[in-house]
């Protein structure tokens, strides 16, 4: 029986979890700036302003057993136009594990409670 992932909202502890697969190219190929290489300081910066946006939503996802999995979010939310961008980043050494087919329901339930 498959255990249902733990979905949380992203804190700044978080960093060091996403500094796990941010600057691994075949994990990031698909993001915008993906020949970038991120600092902890650009993550901080990131998390930071994520934290704090209003058009934002991002969680950080863990096994039962507390381990990492990844990042998924809802970003640039349109709230008048109930539109936005679905993010998803499981760290490589998660692939292949079927947790997207869990943390995509799990994104898409908060998005249509909220």
Same mark, same amino acid.
């Given at each position: 029986?498959?255990? +249902?992932? =733990?979905?949380? !909202?992203?804190?700044i @502890?978080?960093v060091? *979890?996403?500094? +796990?697969? =941010?600057?691994d !190219?075949?994990?990031? @190929?698909?993001?915008? *700036?993906?020949?970038?290489?991120?600092?902890?300081?650009?993550?901080?910066?990131w998390?930071?302003?994520?934290?704090?946006?209003t058009?934002?939503?991002?969680?950080?996802?863990f096994?039962?057993?507390?381990?990492?999995?990844?990042?998924a979010?809802?970003?640039?939310?349109?709230w008048?136009?109930?539109?936005?961008?679905?993010?998803?980043?499981?760290?490589?050494?998660?692939?292949?594990k079927?947790?997207a087919?869990?943390?995509?329901?799990?994104?898409?339930?908060?998005?249509?409670?909220?």
């Open positions: 029986m498959k255990h +249902t992932l =733990v979905m949380r !909202p992203l804190t @502890k978080d060091d *979890h996403i500094m +796990t697969w =941010v600057n !190219p075949e994990v990031v @190929k698909n993001l915008q *700036h993906f020949n970038k290489r991120f600092t902890r300081a650009d993550e901080v910066a998390a930071e302003r994520s934290i704090k946006s058009h934002d939503a991002v969680f950080s996802f096994t039962p057993a507390g381990e990492y999995v990844g990042q979010g809802i970003h640039q939310i349109a008048e136009n109930k539109l936005g961008r679905l993010s998803l980043i499981i760290k490589r050494e998660q692939w292949g079927g947790y087919q869990q943390i995509v329901p799990m994104l898409l339930r908060h998005a249509f409670r909220s």
